[in-house]
Structures are given as structure tokens and as C-alpha cells.
């Protein structure tokens, strides 16, 4: 990058929504001043067209499943199992891979796709049709030959129906990986996030492929990589790894499931299915061993939580970590969903990383069936979480969601509808941004950390642009508005778009 660049935009900000000036002077990839009316005669002058904020980072997202989102059909049109089925079979590729179907929409909820549905309509390919919330799938015949299910816990495969839970799904969706390249789906994925103005991420639960992906691109890939290795991945590393855009920094454990599943643990039965409270996946103990291993060995602890049994294990697991050692900031909680009051203060008073997804919001407007009304009420309280002084930062989780940061910032400022988006719980365009930027990127660490720096002299030129202005826009405009990348920054070749 040969000589000064001048980016004149209709106003450049802070993480805080402070508004430093109209310009910004960046020279070798680095941002060298934030000012009014920087006037450099030398210096190539771009128009950006929108306002200039630090760079996006989303703090939880599955990179290479991203990668492979794109890969596969969107089942989420689908009204009958034979839908999921006809779908499926129109998918190009080896593999015919769908995802994001869903029984909540299906003309008969009661009645799931099988294993002969799908054999029916894709009988001469490996099939694999995810739920909408990555924990549940169908499989037809030929897949389910080619996985290896043996030394699960019970009741996670169905062999007679095809249908999967949990690490069955985790272990499909490996054998289907398998079949793709990683480094295309790497790629992939890197590229469409630096274009939507995502310029670092948290992957967590990556796979040995992702990992041996990275190795290969990593440093060259637009976004920067902070990954979370699986359990089983993590035994196989001897510490740390990483270069300089890229860095295994954490583990991500799984202490229950899915609220769609119902296997999210919850302290008293579903309010649709009083049979089951979910499941139990790691207790305090287990967490408490783990945490205290991964500290020891270098490593960062992330662990999922979705029901407020989770989350009570979570808590007592985490809190005994600290004590024995474990530095707060090391630690993170993955979605909190449902949290009472009594545990928003002990997760503050403990100071982990909260990390939440404002998507949820508008996805889970079956909630108050699944939860009844007293407990919906307490699902995803992002207020009173930034109230209480959580360490709040936000993700997508995608492909769980859509990575777009704009869908993620409206929901947050409840630009959003239904029982799951209560608006006592929405945040200001000011605490959103803040999150999104900083305090994601310190959450996830590593190389993303990097980004916290925000637009200070020095820090690396990538930038997130936005057709409004976030922090004084009507909600009306805020509708409309988008979010892209603007990079500069030094030794990588995919320079974003526009430039
Ligand atoms: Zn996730």
C-alpha cells in the first residue's frame, strides 16, 4: 500500500459514540490521524459514503460452517418433512446438505422428517438435514453408514428414524466437512464477513480441519481468527498455536443443549412437554476440573449455557475456577438465554465474559410456549445484564444466524417483535456498538483483541462503515440501515470492497 490515504466520511466515531472528526489519515496499513478536514495534498483521497466506526468483530460464529452454510440449501421454507426431503434433493455438490428446517413451521409439528423421507428423495448421496438450531438432524441411510457413532451417550442417535442430537449431529457434520475443502469454506466465509464489515471473530468449537485450514491461510485471510478449539480437538493440541491474524486461544465446552431441541437444562420441566427439563451435558464439578486444566495448560475456557440449570452449573463450576486461579477475564459463558436476577449478579460479581446473540430475539418467538410465560419473560435480558455490570459482548453465532451486522445491531436496539424481544431488554445504538466493537473484540482475545484499540494512532487501518449514523438516527432510519468493511490494513490480499 504505496503512499498516504485520505478517508473523508460523513463522520468518523468512537467505540463510545464519540464523534472525532470527518477524516482519517492512514499510511503502511496503520491509522496516523482522526481528525476535521485532514488536508494532505499528497495523499490519494477516498470517499467512504457513510459514516466510519472501529471494526466489527463478532464474538461467537462457526467459521468454516459458515463457509459451509453456503454450500448447502435453506430448509427454513419448508412445511412438511417431504419438503426437507425435495429440497435436499435440488442441492448441488457431493453432499446434498440442508439447514434451518423446523417443525414449529411444518403444517403437522408432530410428524419430523426420518431417515426414509430423505432416502426417498436422495437416495444416491450422503444426506443431511440440520434443524434450525444446529443441534438436532436427520440423516439418510448412506450418511449414517459412513459415521462412526459408537461411545455416545445414550439417546443421541435414532438410527431406526435417522435422526441425531447433539455430538451425533457435531460428528455428521464431520464426515459431510470431510467431503469439502476446508480451506475454500475458510475462505469463503472470511471474504463474506469482511465485505459485511465483520473484521474479527470468535470460532468456536473449531474442527481439526478448520484448524489445519487456518494454519495454511490464516494470515492471509481478511478477518481476524480467535479460535475456540472442540474438547476432542483441544487433546490433541500440545498448547497454544496461532500466527499473526490467526490463534487457537480457548476451548468450547458444552454444558446443555437447544431450547428449539429441548434439550437445554432447565431448573423445572418445558412448559410444552412436561416430561423432559433437558439435558445435562457437564455438571459443576466436570467444569470446575476443565476450567482448571485449560488455565493451566495456557488456554481460555468458553462454555455454552442456554437454560438456567446450565446456567447454575456454569456458575458454581466457574466461581470454583477463580478461586482455584482461573483469571475472570479468561473466561467466558456462551448465551446465558435464561437468567434470573439472583444469577445476572453473580455472573457480574464473578466478572466472565458474557457473550450473547441479539438474533435470538427475533428467532425464538415460540418461547413462551416452550417456557411459559414467567420464565420468557426472563429470556435474553440484555438491560439488566449491562445494568448490573456484566462483561457483555455480542456475536451472531452463525450460521445459527445470519452474520449481517445490521440484523444483530436492530435486534439489539429492539427493532424487533414477539415474546422473546421484551423491550424493557433492549439496548441504546450506544451500548450496542460499544459491545460490538470493543468489548467483543477483548472477549475473544488473541489476535481480535488487537481491534479493541478502536481508531486510536497506530492501530491497524480496517474500519466499519454504515449508510446511518447509529447513535443519532431515528429508529425509523436505523431500519435501514447497513453496514460494510473498509480495509487498509497491511500484508493481506483481500483488500474489501470498494477499494
Ligand atoms: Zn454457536
Not at 459514540?17 to 490519494?44: H, K, P, Q, T, Y
Not at 451425533?168 to 469439502?180: K, P, T
Not at 468458553?302 to 446456567?311: E, F, N, R, V
Request: glycine residues 10%.
Amino acid at each position: 500500500m504505496a503512499g498516504d490515504i485520505l478517508l473523508e466520511a460523513l463522520g468518523v466515531y468512537s467505540s463510545t459514540g464519540e464523534l472525532l472528526g470527518d477524516s482519517v489519515l492512514v499510511r503502511n496499513g496503520s491509522i496516523v490521524r482522526v481528525g476535521v478536514g485532514v488536508n494532505i495534498a499528497s495523499a490519494r483521497r477516498v470517499r467512504i459514503g457513510g459514516y466510519l466506526l472501529p471494526p466489527l468483530v463478532d464474538a461467537h460464529l462457526h467459521l468454516e460452517s459458515t463457509g459451509l452454510a453456503r454450500s448447502s440449501v435453506d430448509l427454513s421454507g419448508a412445511k412438511s418433512p417431504e419438503d426437507v426431503g425435495r429440497m435436499l434433493a435440488a442441492s448441488p455438490g457431493p453432499v446434498a446438505l440442508g439447514r434451518g428446517w423446523n417443525q414449529e413451521e411444518f403444517e403437522d409439528s408432530q410428524r419430523l422428517p426420518t431417515r426414509k423421507v430423505l432416502d426417498h428423495y436422495v437416495p444416491d448421496r450422503p444426506a443431511l438435514a440440520v434443524r434450525v438450531c444446529g443441534h438436532m438432524a436427520v440423516a439418510n441411510s448412506l450418511l449414517l453408514r459412513m459415521v462412526g457413532f459408537e461411545g455416545l451417550k445414550p439417546g443421541l442417535v435414532d438410527l431406526e428414524r435417522g435422526l441425531l442430537f447433539e455430538d451425533a449431529v457435531y460428528r455428521s457434520l464431520e464426515v459431510v466437512r470431510g467431503i469439502f475443502s476446508a480451506k475454500d469454506l475458510v475462505v469463503r466465509a472470511s471474504k463474506m464477513l469482511s465485505e459485511a464489515g465483520i473484521w474479527g471473530v470468535s470460532s468456536m468449537a473449531c474442527s481439526g480441519s478448520e484448524m489445519s485450514a487456518l494454519k495454511s491461510v490464516g494470515d492471509n485471510l481478511a478477518v481476524r481468527v480467535s479460535c475456540y478449539a472442540s474438547l476432542s480437538e483441544y487433546r490433541r493440541l500440545a498448547g497454544p498455536i496461532g500466527g499473526v491474524r490467526w490463534g487457537v486461544v480457548g476451548v468450547k465446552l458444552f454444558s446443555d443443549g437447544s431450547l428449539g431441541a429441548r434439550t437445554a437444562l432447565l431448573r423445572s420441566p418445558y412448559s410444552d412437554d412436561p416430561a423432559t427439563s433437558g439435558v445435562e451435558l457437564l455438571g459443576a464439578r466436570e467444569i470446575e476440573r476443565l476450567a482448571t486444566e485449560f488455565t493451566a495448560r495456557g488456554f481460555r475456557t468458553s462454555i455454552h449455557a442456554i437454560g438456567d440449570k446450565a446456567l447454575d452449573n456454569v456458575l458454581e463450576g466457574l466461581e470454583k475456577a477463580v478461586s482455584a486461579g482461573a483469571r475472570p477475564e479468561d473466561l467466558r459463558v456462551e448465551h446465558a438465554s435464561i437468567a434470573w436476577d439472583e444469577q445476572i449478579s453473580r455472573l457480574s460479581r464473578l466478572g466472565v465474559w458474557v457473550v450473547v446473540q441479539p438474533r435470538f430475539r427475533v428467532s425464538d418467538w415460540w418461547v413462551d410456549r416452550r417456557l411459559g410465560p414467567e420464565r420468557a419473560s426472563r429470556v435474553y435480558p440484555f438491560r439488566t445484564m449491562m445494568s448490573a455490570g456484566a462483561r457483555l459482548a455480542l456475536s451472531s453465532d452463525s450460521p445459527v444466524e445470519p452474520f449481517d451486522p445490521s440484523e444483530t445491531f436492530k435486534a439489539a436496539i429492539g427493532l424487533c417483535n414477539g415474546p422473546a424481544c421484551n423491550p424493557s431488554e433492549s439496548l441504546s445504538p450506544k451500548d450496542t456498538i460499544k459491545l460490538y466493537t470493543e468489548n467483543s473484540a477483548l472477549a475473544s482475545a488473541g489476535p481480535v483483541a488487537v481491534l479493541s484499540r478502536g481508531l486510536d494512532r497506530e492501530s491497524p487501518a480496517v474500519f466499519t462503515a454504515s449508510n446511518k449514523d447509529p447513535f443519532n438516527s431515528t429508529r425509523k432510519e436505523l431500519q435501514e440501515i447497513k453496514f460494510w468493511g473498509v480495509g487498509l490494513e497491511r500484508d493481506w490480499t483481500g483488500l474489501a470492497s470498494g477499494f
